[in-house]
């Protein structure tokens, strides 16, 4: 079955809360509300500057000096070579957060621009995208973009995923010079692909919109393209289509997005050194024409073109202090140095003047007390209102459908949401069922005893083509007692064919309108064909009952939770299935099973090993359920892993989770 499998609402009262990722550095808390802004400052030489203190920096907000409340720096961490920890290898099993604007890093955006030339440019823009991956710090994520249309793969650290997005995009939809000799140059505003060339301001501005609420992270956007239309003139009246007036509009929209973002781009033409010839055809004239004055015209057009375009490209980094990296043959080695220039930076949160309204949009200036020095940042805010006592009116800027949460692109951050995935192979047929669950505790701060939740999930394959959906209403009733934070997990269940997808789940208060979303990616192997196989790993603290079940989900022995900080008297199961190929008929056989937990150190402090036997598989799988040790162990973060060997086959799965 398509769609909607099952779908369960927990409230698991009285339950102590935690931190999804201790890792993740606190929120900015203050007495009022405080606008957070991430500052670069740069040397003569396009080096960070360190070693700044909150007294260097002087914040100006409409004109008039703002007292600095919070002051941090951020230095991040370089791309070693070291070999992976057991938590770092954990990480593709980590529970997701959409509070990715919490954490430190940059956000990367490759934008590989429709304007890329066919054939050796190609390859030369794929070349710049993978010395972006190969970039990326530990703390970074990355996404791929295109302006033809789609989103190859939304933000990740899996540099596999981004990698395998960018060898399979064909990003070109122009003519190679020997086409256009046969059928004549395309006039690029009035191509209906992308008519008057809107649809890449439309995705630059997408995307310094959709980074405008992760203030502590660095941000950073690579287009990586041939020329950027900015302006558009009169044109004769059978080829004008209005661009003029468009792409004016288009152009304010998205200079104004990137005020507020303090999104740096940075321009790479893949193009390399320009020879501008006249094309073949026109080495000699037609008959009565004079041949040189031809082609002593053509290569003044093109001349003309090719000084356009570089110019072009030099727009955006002038205006949000990029790079403009032309006429060269080799610009992917420029990348690290761009990167370089967001390795250090400050985080700085300001006490705003009264602000007027939700609206009020206030130009911002940071001065520096160091010479020779330029400093990158915001250079307008919205000041936030100081008489909005609810939550949604806190987040009056959040999506009013789940539909809108769901497509955005990046996940809606205005209520936290912790996401779990598991795949298991479906009962019968060689389909699989994913569990998706979704904490959403943090809808339950207003302080009503009942909330009324829309809870969506879907699944996107890697064409960008949804593959599986689930919608569900329900209602949470919250204890009455002590104010104990709940633990609000929304489960559903999803078919899905084997293969790679990102899966996508949303949240919405029906009363107020306010929604969240929080996505994530999910490999989902052959269960059917591979001899060795696992599920994913849940965890969770109580065991299924029939009141828990539902009657068209496969049934799992533990209620799945995205909880992963505990106690050490807390009871905590751990659950998977091994399978041995679901749909072959070779003779079974005995699979080792290794269970660890690991340190942060990579010690093994816990090791067990069991045997699972040939009667133990029941249609070729086997259970495979432990309670975590977490009695015996001291306050710290770990993994979880279990390992199963069968012959010379070795498959893997682990968690993370931390002991308070």
Known sequence: MRGLVSFILLVVSQTWLAAQDPAIPPAFKAGVELIQIDVSVLDGKRQPVRGLTAADFTVFEDGYARPIRVFEAIALPARTSSPVTSWEAASASAV??????????????????????????????????????????????????????????????????????????????????????????????SDGRCLCGLCVLETVTRIADAVRATPRRSKVLLFIGNSLIVQAGPRAPSLDVGCDSRVRDARVTMLNSLALSHLTVHSLDPGGLATLAPTAGALGGRAGQDGPAVRRQMLQEATNEHLSNQGSLQVLPDVTGGRAVL????????????????????????????????????????????????????????????????????????????????????????????????????????????????????????????????????????????????????????????????????????????????????????????????????????????????????????????AAAHAAAPRLPIVPTTQRAFRRGDRV??????????????????????????????????????????????????????????AKLPPGRYVFRIDATLGQRTASRGARFSVE
């Open 573 to 630: 199961w751990s659950f998977m299935q091994v399978y041995q190929g679901t749909a072959r008929t070779d003779e079974l056989k005995r699979v080792s099973v290794r269970t660890t937990v690991v340190d942060e150190q990579d010690r093994t402090v816990y090791d067990r090993l069991l045997t699972l036997s040939e009667t133990e598989f029941v249609k070729r799988r086997a259970d495979v359920q432990i309670m975590l040790p977490l």
């Open 96 to 189: 997701a957060t959409n509070q990715v604007g919490a954490q430190d890093g940059r956000l990367v955006f490759i934008l590989m621009d429709r304007t890329i030339p066919v054939g050796q440019p190609t390859l030369a823009a794929k070349r710049i995208a993978t010395a972006a991956v190969e970039a990326l710090g530990p703390a970074d994520l990355a996404a791929v973009v295109t302006t033809s249309g789609g989103l190859p793969q939304t933000l990740t650290a899996n540099r596999a995923r981004l990698l395998a997005a960018l060898n399979r995009g064909d990003w070109s939809t122009g003519l190679s010079p020997e086409q256009e000799a046969v059928s004549g140059k395309q006039d690029p505003l």
């Open 327 to 546: 006429s060269t043959n080799a610009p992917e080695t420029k990348v690290p140095e761009i990167f370089h220039e967001s390795d250090a930076y400050y985080v700085i949160g300001f006490e705003p003047g009264v602000a007027g309204s939700r609206n009020d949009t206030r130009p911002i200036k940071v001065n520096v007390a160091r010479k020779d020095v330029r400093v990158h940042t915001t250079r307008s805010v919205v000041s936030p209102a100081r008489d909005l006592p609810s939550a949604a009116s806190r987040n009056s800027a959040a999506p009013s459908s789940l539909e809108s949460a769901l497509s955005a692109l990046l996940p809606v951050a205005s209520v936290p949401l912790d996401l779990a995935l598991a795949a298991f192979a479906s009962p019968d047929g060689a389909d699989a069922f994913v569990s998706v669950s979704v904490n959403a505790a943090s809808f339950t701060d207003g302080g009503a005893q009942s909330v009324p939740l829309e809870f969506g999930a879907a699944a996107v394959d890697q064409r960008g083509r949804q593959a599986a959906f689930a919608q569900q209403r329900s209602t949470v009733d919250l204890p009455k007692g002590p104010s104990i934070a709940p633990v609000v997990d929304l489960q559903t269940y999803l078919d899905l064919k084997p293969g790679d997808y990102e899966l996508r789940a949303a949240v919405m208060n029906r009363d107020s309108g306010l929604a969240a979303s929080v996505f994530s990616q999910l490999a989902i192997p052959p269960f059917a064909d591979v001899p060795l196989s696992l599920s994913n790993l849940i965890l969770g603290t109580r065991e299924t009952t029939e």
